[in-house]
């Protein structure tokens, strides 16, 4: 019965790709084969000594770092992060968090970690946008491989503004102070994944560590849906 009036929902209201708008086939969800076709694979392939990891060096020494694609203005990519902070899409995160935790690179990345922590945004945000894009991100990876997710230890703070259109200086200047820690002994001895949805410059998930240093026996790895580099 269900599937009957599944069928006849979709020939009523066909499913649509989120992003192209077109029909969805039999076996796509959320996004076309096409728009998916279009997603540019980053240059990252170890995990552990790349150019986005030694961005993190001079402040802690972190397990691994990856970004899964490139991002670029007006690309696939582009539209899809504009939709999930702006379009109030929250299953096209989680979706894109699916996808995330089918890459070989990330599999290897969470096979050897035990939290997820996605990257907070201020209370005003969030309750403007209807959620955060990083922990419904963490979500879909959850459907995909069971891992516990914790909210309660990164705060962030209300006063800074923001960074879409700053400088990289500027950028590092205003992200200072962004954030704080409560109940950092849930994480002691763990070995972290902060999970945020496009690294830029890094100076957010570089705050971000400085933070999460202080506790003992953190380890720490860093993982995007997308980066500009």
Same mark, same amino acid.
């Given at each position: 019965?269900?599937?009957?009036?599944?069928?006849?929902?979709?020939?009523?209201?066909?499913?649509?790709?989120?992003?192209?708008?077109?029909?969805?086939?039999?076996?796509?969800?959320?996004?076309?084969?096409?728009?998916?076709?279009?997603?540019?694979?980053?240059?990252?392939?170890?995990?552990?000594?790349?150019?986005?990891?030694?961005?993190?060096?001079?402040?802690?020494?972190?397990?691994?770092?990856?970004?899964?694609?490139?991002?670029?203005?007006?690309?696939?990519?582009?539209?899809?992060?504009?939709?999930?902070?702006?379009?109030?899409?929250?299953?096209?995160?989680?979706?894109?968090?699916?996808?995330?935790?089918?890459?070989?690179?990330?599999?290897?990345?969470?096979?050897?970690?035990?939290?997820?922590?996605?990257?907070?945004?201020?209370?005003?945000?969030?309750?403007?946008?209807?959620?955060?894009?990083?922990?419904?991100?963490? /979500? #879909?990876?959850?459907? %995909?491989?069971?891992?516990? $997710? &914790? +909210?309660?230890?990164?705060?962030? =703070? *209300?006063?800074?503004?923001?960074?879409?259109?700053?400088?990289?200086?500027?950028?590092?200047?205003?992200?200072?102070?962004?954030?704080?820690?409560?109940?950092?002994?849930?994480? /002691? #001895?763990?070995?972290? %994944?902060?999970?945020?949805? $496009? &690294? +830029?410059?890094?100076?957010?998930? =570089? *705050?971000?560590?400085?933070?999460?240093?202080?506790?003992?026996?953190?380890?720490?790895?860093?993982?995007?849906?997308?980066?500009?580099?």
């Amino acid at each position: 019965m269900k599937k009957l009036v599944r069928k006849i929902l979709d020939a009523v209201f066909p499913p649509l790709c989120h992003i192209c708008r077109d029909r969805l086939v039999e076996g796509e969800q959320i996004l076309c084969a096409g728009c998916l076709a279009e997603l540019c694979v980053s240059k990252y392939m170890d995990i552990h000594d790349n150019s986005l990891a030694k961005n993190y060096w001079g402040v802690f020494p972190i397990e691994s770092a990856l970004t899964v694609f490139k991002f670029s203005l007006g690309n696939t990519l582009a539209e899809i992060i504009h939709h999930m902070k702006y379009f109030h899409n929250e299953e096209l995160c989680r979706f894109m968090g699916e996808i995330m935790a089918y890459d070989a690179r990330v599999e290897e990345m969470l096979c050897e970690a035990d939290t997820l922590i996605p990257v907070p945004i201020t209370a005003e945000r969030e309750k403007h946008r209807g959620y955060n894009q990083a922990l419904r991100i963490c /979500e #879909g990876i959850c459907r %995909v491989k069971k891992m516990e $997710i &914790i +909210t309660d230890v990164l705060i962030r =703070r *209300e006063f800074n503004n923001t960074q879409t259109a700053m400088s990289h200086h500027k950028r590092s200047k205003n992200i200072q102070g962004a954030f704080e820690m409560a109940n950092g002994e849930k994480l /002691e #001895g763990k070995h972290v %994944v902060l999970i945020d949805d $496009i &690294i +830029t410059t890094g100076a957010t998930t =570089r *705050e971000c560590l400085y933070i999460l240093r202080k506790v003992k026996g953190i380890r720490i790895s860093v993982l995007a849906l997308g980066s500009t580099t």
